[in-house]
């Protein structure tokens, strides 16, 4: 499992990089914007524009991975969706690269920098604010279903999970006193909801469209942010993490949501059946890419408690809640 670092990206590693690849003098002001995975700044040129760069996490996705990001976002931004589409460095490609060392260690860190937009966090409150949600959605999978990702990850359990569970294992971050019952568990649900993704249709999708990545815009409606977890996945996984409980227990919010979805874009009510064990999957997925970050130093401040007995001892307990759930 890899678990390199950001050890070696200091914020002059980072104005001296954005600054060559966009050709950019900056005012040497830095924000760190919090990120679960990777490192996002705001910076600002002398001139008063601003930015945001965001450096890949190293060895997370290949260049095509990253690359397929992008165009899916630029491809957003011609069908005039609402999102932000990364800039062109010098060269007129959109990813640029700077290799850092310290002397003995060496690292390369992907970045790519985009225009700052604003905006406040959007609260869904009335039965239209949820069909908004249901419309940005439906276009959002309308653009994506017209070309293929091939280098991004399949949102299915043989294809994603069932990898993510073997990584944990192999690191042994799980303590012996909780393993088996863990992995035994994890495997006996994995292999339960497998069937239930047979014949589903995969196309590009968000992967990770909550209301967090979801700005409004003053006099410009609603904003859609952060594709970094792109993927190829049933069209229900961009709907459930909009919802505000359960599905079961937010039924008007999913009808108002699918309202607005299929006013621009079709939907197999069928899988609905898969929001409890994507669910899981999720569980699974953020467990194993925390893991890939345990060695980082801000990500050990942030989460003192992780990977010890008693972090264990709950995700079984989620585990468990989950299995019942599905």
């Known amino acids: 499992m890899t678990t390199r670092t950001f050890d070696l990206l200091t914020p002059h590693v980072v104005l001296a990089a954005v600054e060559s690849a966009f050709g950019l003098a900056l005012d040497g002001t830095l924000s760190a914007y919090p990120s679960y995975v990777n490192r996002v700044y705001g910076l600002a040129a002398e001139g008063g524009q601003a930015y945001v760069a965001k450096f890949y996490r190293p060895g997370r ?4 991975a990253i690359l397929e990001e ?12 609402p999102v932000v589409a990364p800039l062109q460095e010098r060269d007129g490609a959109t990813l640029a690269s700077v290799t850092s060392d310290d002397g003995g260690t060496e690292e390369t860190f992907d970045f790519a920098l985009y225009p700052r937009k604003g905006g406040r966090s959007f609260d869904a409150e009335s039965a239209g604010d949820w069909v908004r949600l249901g419309g940005l959605v439906g276009r959002l999978h309308a653009v994506g279903e017209r070309r293929q990702a091939e280098h991004r990850l399949a949102c299915t359990p043989q294809a994603s999970t069932s ?21 035994g568990l994890a495997r006996e649900a994995l292999a339960g ?9 995969l196309q590009r999708i ?56 299929e006013a621009f874009h ?18 699974v997925y953020y467990l194993a890419w925390s893991a890939r970050q345990r060695d980082d ?29 599905i």
Not at 164 to 170: D, G, P, Q, T
Not at 298 to 325: M, T, V, Y
């Open 61 to 64: 996705w290949s260049e095509e």
């Open 206 to 261: 968000h992967g990770d469209c909550h209301r967090g990545n979801i700005l409004d815009r003053a006099g410009e409606g609603l904003l859609l942010i952060d594709f970094d977890d792109m993927m190829r996945g049933p069209a229900v996984q961009d709907l459930w993490l909009l919802l505000p409980d359960r599905a079961s227990s937010s039924r008007r919010e999913l009808e108002l949501i699918l309202e607005g979805y």
């Open 70 to 81: 992008h165009t899916f976002v630029q491809d957003c931004a011609e069908a005039e969706l």
């Open 297 to 325: 130093l801000r990500f050990r401040q942030s989460n003192p408690g992780w990977g010890g007995e008693a972090f264990w001892s709950k995700e079984i307990e989620d585990l468990r809640d989950q299995l019942a759930a």
């Open 266 to 283: 079709p939907f197999q009510r069928a899988t609905l059946g898969l929001i409890e064990p994507l669910r899981l999957m999720r569980l």
């Open 193 to 201: 909801i497998a069937p239930l993704f047979d014949g589903v249709a």
């Open 163 to 183: 990898e993510f569970l073997r990584e944990l294992e192999s690191a042994g971050v799980v303590p012996a006193k909780h393993a088996a019952e863990f992995f």
